[in-house]
């Protein structure tokens, strides 16, 4: 049995026969990315491996000089002496799961994932292997999802609701992935624009320009200082809740779609007057049949309910699971 | 239930008031009265008796899903909400059910309300087979009302404009309809929203007036002459009612105390029929009230015995007078109100007493009488307008309380747990501790005082500087320190420190401070009285 493929550094989680750190935290001199998201694509690294659908995202985040090499899906290529490959995780667009084999041995980390059907993105793909790197960010039995097809429905009744009331339906959501994932989903059941928040338009555009098809959409700030937003539907990042950019879209009626809203308290501490469950990562369920699917003999399991994940792994399931301390966004991402 | 469920959802979805009140009007204009009732039941907050042990719902929900015990408690420690966990975890085992078109009525009436006399294994069989039947959010409603904990955000005073809205009643007279024990048949629903009152329950207490907390200068409210001074009791607030030859004590929290203060009941025996005092129920021995935590020894007791009677003797201390000669008197001043109540009590003795109006006769001298309120054994002062009406409810402008500064007392916050509803998962429980030598003793359990912003700041901290995990609560890294405030602190047997302390609550993040410069045990117990 070989030492331990990847392990946890103070720089990240590192592969010392490949010599390369997936998503550090830490600026090191190769890092492999499993997707966009700040907490996992860092500034300061020298050279960048990802996914090419990630590239433009990464470029967006990153410094101009930052070396971001674009690869292929399921094409093992050598880095040090391990074979790596990228394989899609379904969580955004360009994420992925980070496969590593040496001499015989096969890891995976799954950065964050979901088993959903997501227009935006490829969908997971069951990559076999001995070692599995699993995210836990929701491992609670309560959280499962529906179809977001219809969670979509819902919002768009609500904002056919704030249309017949005079309001403006302001839905709060995470920026990359979430929002696209939204406007993809509400072409089911309308053409019509949704505005958004100035941090979301790069992003909107990113996905456009990657092919993704999504309702129309005009920036906020690009419409005249008096515009009534009336009956419109506007996605804007959750940290702009209660901002004095807010105040244009009164009377208001206030959403947020994530994962957390399947809790009635979470909703109702922040003050929304609608959650709407929609999540990115994978759900109870989804964790545990992912873990089977792999026939993984060891799990590590990384940010979120990790305690819960392991526990329920090693007692219920027969599976040998342990933690795997990172710096990722853990309990508030989503 | 499924029209009820959608009016939980509906209260449940908006912040505003004005929506709030617009869906419950819409409710109890379209519901049946034998459904209206019970909707008027629960959303005033009373609540059916437990019927169902929750170590009960635990069990069959374990049956049902096949989780282990852990993670149910690790799921609930999340959630926050038992009736919420258990809705949820539940949405896996069973197909997606038909709507349920039975009544509420019918619900609570027929199948709920019998719960209680069932044997344990048909109370199963029952409940597992309509979780089986309910959608997920009817499920979560019918949950709330098996625990008993039916709680939606919404306050009585909204209920009471909602009702007001289909009535077309003042709300002061709905507010005082659906004072006591109200009886959730369709016949008091109509009698609620009947524009003549028929009728009348003898034990119905009126709503109490409640004083609004004096922050400014009291100069700024005018001329001390037309203000009448008394202490600020530190009791419990509570309607003593003669009427019908019978006695009724209700508390503030509208419990009937019936029972639990003979002595009170024995003193008011010899009063006049048709009249209603409202007051404080205090512990008091010779001219002097005693602590709060001696009264606290009465509170839970049904039947005291004598024993406990002398060492905890209570006494009512009326201070206004709502009902005389069978007549609502709370429209006449003040003074007219105070006058009566001297007639009818004198200056009371033995377990009936009278409150006084204090002297100071202007606001300095005053003042420096509520520097002597805490010898005194009491919070304050409150200030009562000459020639006001008896209002309802916190209807600000005529009674104001102009309480002692609270005491304070620095400390290192030592454990944290999540919240209930609005603040569940999020660590807002805490627990904190005074040096004893280079030890930390846990004094006081906190739950407020933080704004939203630092809750969050805090909970991360939490999160991050968690040392060990017991269930739901997490020790943390003692180094943060604040400052509690309290009313009080008495000597206790059941704390580890010694003191227990009365409302206390977080007035400060000291972040300026090192945990080794919060206060010890033996500064908090010099404070004890």
């Not at chain 1, 056919?160 to 995470?174: E, K, M, N, P, S």
């Not at chain 2, 207490?205 to 530190?234: H, M, N, V």
């Not at chain 2, 700041?457 to 003692?478: K, M, N, Q, Y």
Request: neutral net charge; proline residues 6%; hydrophobic residues 40%.
């Amino acid at each position: 049995m070989v030492a331990d493929l990847i392990r946890p550094t103070e720089r990240g989680l590192y592969c010392p026969p490949g010599d390369f750190y997936i998503d550090p935290w830490r600026p090191v001199e190769r890092a492999v990315i499993t997707h966009a998201h700040g907490d996992h694509a860092r500034w300061g690294h020298r050279i960048y491996y990802a996914s090419h659908a990630s590239r433009p995202l990464l470029e967006r985040r990153l410094s101009r000089d930052a070396l971001i090499l674009g690869c292929d899906f399921d094409k093992p290529f050598r880095l040090g002496d391990a074979w790596i490959s990228f394989h899609p995780a379904g969580h955004i667009l360009g994420s992925s799961q980070v496969r590593v084999e040496y001499r015989g041995c096969v890891w995976v980390a799954s950065g964050d994932y979901k088993r959903d059907v997501d227009p935006t993105c490829e969908p997971f793909q069951v990559v076999p292997c001995d070692t599995f790197i699993t995210e836990a960010t929701f491992a609670l039995p309560i959280y499962r999802w529906e179809p977001v097809a219809r969670v979509a429905g819902e919002i768009h009744q609500w904002w056919r609701a704030c249309a017949r009331a005079g309001q403006t339906a302001v839905l709060f959501c995470y920026a990359l992935g979430k929002a696209q994932r939204i406007l993809a989903e509400l072409l089911a059941y309308t053409r019509d624009t949704a505005y958004l928040h100035g941090a979301m338009v790069p992003l909107v555009d990113a996905y456009r320009d990657a092919g993704v098809a999504m309702l129309p959409t005009a920036s906020v700030s690009a419409m005249p200082r008096n515009h009534d937003f009336a009956g419109a539907l506007v996605l804007a990042p959750p940290s702009a809740a209660g901002s004095s950019w807010m105040r244009r879209f009164r009377p208001e009626s206030t959403g947020f779609a994530s994962g957390w809203m399947r809790i009635r308290g979470n909703r109702r501490r922040r003050g929304y007057d609608r959650g709407f469950v929609v999540s990115d990562h994978a759900d109870w369920p989804a964790l545990l049949q992912t873990v089977r699917d792999t026939g993984a003999r060891r799990v590590l399991a990384t940010h979120g309910r990790t305690d819960v994940l392991v526990r329920y792994l090693n007692e219920v399931e027969g599976v040998d699971a342990q933690p795997l301390v990172t710096d990722y966004g853990g309990e508030a991402d989503d | 239930m499924q029209r009820f469920t959608a009016l939980y959802q509906a209260l449940d979805e908006t912040t505003a008031t004005s929506g709030k009140v617009a869906a419950m009007e819409a409710y109890f204009r379209e519901a049946p009265a034998a459904d209206a009732a019970w909707a008027v039941y629960f959303l005033t907050g009373r609540r059916l008796r437990r019927l169902v042990p929750t170590a009960e719902l635990r069990a069959w929900t374990l049956e049902a899903t096949g989780m282990p015990a852990w993670l149910l408690e690790e799921t609930y420690a999340s959630v926050g909400d038992l009736a919420e966990t258990l809705a949820l975890l539940l949405d896996q085992p069973f197909a997606p059910p038909e709507q349920d078109a039975t009544p509420l009525h019918v619900w609570v009436e027929e199948r709920i309300q019998p719960l209680r006399g069932m044997a344990t294994e048909a109370r199963r069989d029952a409940v597992l087979g309509w979780w089986a039947a309910l959608p997920t959010p009817q499920r979560f409603v019918l949950n709330k009302l098996l625990t008993g904990a039916f709680r939606v955000g919404v306050s009585r005073r909204l209920v009471v404009r909602a009702l007001a809205r289909v009535s077309g009643l003042e709300t002061a007279t709905l507010a005082h309809r659906l004072m006591g024990q109200w009886q959730p048949t369709p016949a008091a629903f109509e009698a609620l929203l009947d524009p003549e009152e028929q009728g009348e329950d003898r034990s119905r207490p009126y709503p109490f007036f409640l004083a609004s907390p004096l922050e400014a200068d009291p100069t700024a409210l005018g001329d001390r002459s037309d203000w009448i001074a008394e202490w600020k009791w530190d009791g419990i607030r509570g309607q003593l009612l003669r009427r019908g030859g019978e006695c009724f004590i209700w508390s503030r929290g509208e419990d009937m105390m019936a029972g639990r203060f003979p002595e009170i009941e024995a003193a008011a025996a010899d009063l006049p029929d048709g009249l209603v005092l409202d007051g404080e129920i205090l512990a008091w021995e010779d001219d002097t009230p005693l602590p709060f935590n001696v009264l606290q020894q009465r509170i839970g007791r049904l039947r005291p015995s004598a024993k406990i009677q002398r060492e905890a003797p209570v006494i009512f201390l009326a201070y206004d007078l709502l009902e005389a000669g069978g007549a609502d008197r709370r429209q006449e001043p003040l003074e007219a109100r105070r006058e009566l109540l001297r007639d009818v009590i004198g200056d009371g003795a033995g377990a009936l007493r009278r409150a006084q109006a204090l002297d100071a006769g202007d606001w300095v001298a005053l003042a420096s009488l509520r520097q002597t309120a805490r010898e005194e054994g009491t919070e304050g002062i409150m200030l009562k307008r000459r020639g006001s009406p008896y209002r309802v409810g916190r209807t600000r402008g005529d009674w104001w309380k102009w309480k002692l500064a609270p005491r304070t007392v620095d400390a290192v916050m030592l454990y944290a747990q999540p919240g209930h509803g609005r603040r569940s998962s999020l660590f807002t429980d805490y627990t904190f501790g005074v040096w004893d030598g280079d030890t930390l003793v846990p004094v006081a359990k906190a739950y407020s005082g933080l704004d939203d912003a630092e809750i969050q700041r805090l909970d991360r901290w939490i999160r991050s500087h968690t040392i060990e995990r017991f269930g739901p609560v997490r020790s943390v890294a003692p180094q943060q320190v604040f400052e509690l405030a309290f009313e009080g602190l008495a000597p206790s047997r059941r704390h580890k420190s010694g003191v227990a302390m009365r409302f206390p609550r977080i007035s400060r993040w000291r972040e300026d401070l090192a945990p080794g410069e919060a206060d010890t045990l033996d500064d908090v117990k010099a404070m004890l009285p």
